[in-house]
Antibody, heavy 114, light 112 residues
Framework: QVNLLQSGAALVKPGASVKLSCKAS????????IHWVKQSHGKSLEWIGY????????NYNEKFKSKATLTVDKSTNTAYMELSRLTSEDSATYYC???????WGQGVMVTVSS | DIVMTQAPLSVSVTPGESASISCRSS???????????VYWYLQKPGKSPQLLIY???NLASGVPDRFSGSGSETDFTLKISRVEAEDVGIYYC?????????FGAGTKLELK
């Protein structure tokens, strides 16, 4: 069965960066795009962008273009999202999800605090 | 960006009764290929969102047929027949037609 396993919660200082991981299993990793979605506490969902694991092509929400960088490691079936220059506005739960947003990781909470 | 507007923001339902949630998009979600790119998700308390309906009216794998989706190019409805305790949570509509994908504010379903 499709499984997307995300890295654990992160506590990071303002101005720092964090790299989140999403390890895929149960399907051919390169056959489906990986999307990332942000959910601030008690809020709705915001789509960050996606990456094509086969080609590395990325497509970002303009709002997150200077905030998020999506990459993959095909050798380990893992997708990554690096968030840079973190502020309190970046404190949220981040999900990875497969094409069509049909399968979701368990989410990872990022807290930005000094 | 396409704005997705849901109503109501919360609904209280007696178990066994039906519930309907509406969603309106600021732009037609009908692609030239004939597919309408509206999706419905349920986020149960403390869990990740789960896909219920894709492309307006298609039931996702494993989802009970008590759930159904319908609509036009800009107005959509999720109907839940015979609501059960496991249906409690926040329902989101979303459009996957164009960048950026966008979602409604969510509708919280509670039991009476």
């Amino acid at each position: 069965q499709v499984n997307l396993l995300q890295s654990g919660a992160a506590l990071v200082k303002p101005g720092a960066s964090v790299k989140l991981s999403c390890k895929a299993s149960g399907y051919t990793f390169t056959d489906y795009y990986i999307h990332w979605v942000k959910q601030s506490h008690g809020k709705s969902l915001e789509w960050i962008g996606y990456i094509n694991p086969n080609s590395g092509y990325t497509n970002y929400n303009e709002k997150f273009k200077s905030k998020a960088t999506l990459t993959v490691d095909k050798s380990t079936n893992t997708a990554y999202m690096e968030l840079s220059r973190l502020t309190s506005e970046d404190s949220a739960t981040y999900y990875c999800t497969r094409s069509g947003l049909a399968h979701w990781g368990q989410g990872v909470m990022v807290t930005v605090s000094s | 960006d396409i704005v997705m507007t849901q109503a109501p923001l919360s609904v209280s339902v007696t178990p066994g009764e039906s519930a309907s949630i509406s969603c309106r998009s600021s732009k037609s979600l009908l692609h030239s290929n004939g597919i309408t790119y509206v999706y419905w998700y349920l986020q149960k308390p403390g869990k990740s969102p789960q896909l219920l309906i894709y492309r307006m009216s298609n039931l996702a794998s494993g989802v009970p047929d008590r759930f159904s989706g319908s609509g036009s190019e800009t107005d959509f409805t999720l109907k839940i027949s015979r609501v059960e305790a496991e249906d409690v949570g926040i329902y989101y509509c979303g459009q996957l037609l164009e960048n950026p994908y966008t979602f409604g504010a969510g509708t919280k379903l509670e039991l009476k």
